[in-house]
């Protein structure tokens, strides 16, 4: 009663969902070598750290593609700790919503119960962490399109593949320099991280973002004079590794590629 699966392709490392035929068991089989990562997905890992979305002091280095027909589904499941916290699911294609809960029941093929239903949105980017990735299982029942997701993890050294060679792409990576901007005044309650407010209060260690950083301090430059803005723009963008070109509109259809080299 698990449902119809998904297909997976994995980087970084091989990973086991259940006990194999060689009697590996679940987790990161050290003695397979796995392709490293794509080019675009290092991209995809230089922005979120850039953008202040994952910590640099966790750096995904390995990834699963996940590929979904129409209902395919994931079982509830704790992501396995051969994985550091926080990890992260970036979604693309089409909006399906995700499962929490501590006693997760299977209702029927693709069908689940849980405590707690969030959405993900396209190119949304869900961070899990503390309880919501340890104590709470979590599940993606049967989705209604096609949809792909791709989760980035970063493993434990201690379960290193034998021969894996670390990516020299993401070293040191480093957040953009914030802007000298005062932020405005914000109710003692309030938040600073775009939380899902259906989950604020029931899974506090699970955060859903979809907008980059980026684009909020583009809001506090407009509010500023404009000398002052172009400033806070040059103080910023003198210090990261980025170029205008290299982030565009996740929703354009006309930018061109940018040719410059990550090397």
Not at 62 to 79: E, M
């Amino acid at each position: 009663m698990r449902g119809k699966g998904r297909v997976t392709i994995q980087f970084g490392c091989c990973y086991n969902y259940a006990t194999d035929k060689d009697g590996n068991l679940p987790g990161i089989v050290r003695s397979v070598e796995a392709d490293p990562m794509a080019p675009l997905l290092i991209s995809m890992i230089k922005r979120m750290v850039a953008w202040r979305v994952l910590p640099s002091t966790c750096v995904p280095n390995s990834c699963i593609i996940n590929l979904y027909d129409k209902d395919d589904c994931i079982p509830p499941h704790i992501d396995h700790h051969d994985f550091l916290r926080p990890f992260c699911t970036v979604s693309l294609l089409s909006e399906c919503n995700i499962l929490f809960g501590t006693n997760m029941k299977v209702l029927g093929p693709g069908e689940f119960s849980g405590s707690l239903a969030i959405p993900l949105p396209l190119g949304s980017v869900l961070i899990l962490k503390g309880n919501g990735a340890d104590i709470a299982k979590h599940c993606v029942p049967a989705v209604p399109a096609k949809r792909i997701s791709i989760t980035f993890r970063k493993m434990d050294d201690r379960k290193l593949p034998y021969r894996y060679t670390p990516d020299p792409e993401l070293r040191n990576l480093r957040p953009l320099a914030s802007p000298s901007v005062k932020p405005s005044a914000q109710p003692a309650h309030s938040s600073p991280q775009a939380v899902n407010p259906h989950s604020q209060n029931l899974m506090p260690d699970v955060r859903l973002t979809t907008t980059p950083a980026s684009q909020s301090r583009k809001a506090e430059f407009q509010a500023q004079k404009p000398e002052t803005a172009n400033q806070g723009v040059k103080d910023s963008m003198s210090s990261n590794p980025f170029r205008a070109n290299d982030f565009p509109s996740l929703s354009s259809t006309s930018s061109k590629p940018s040719k410059r080299s990550w090397k």
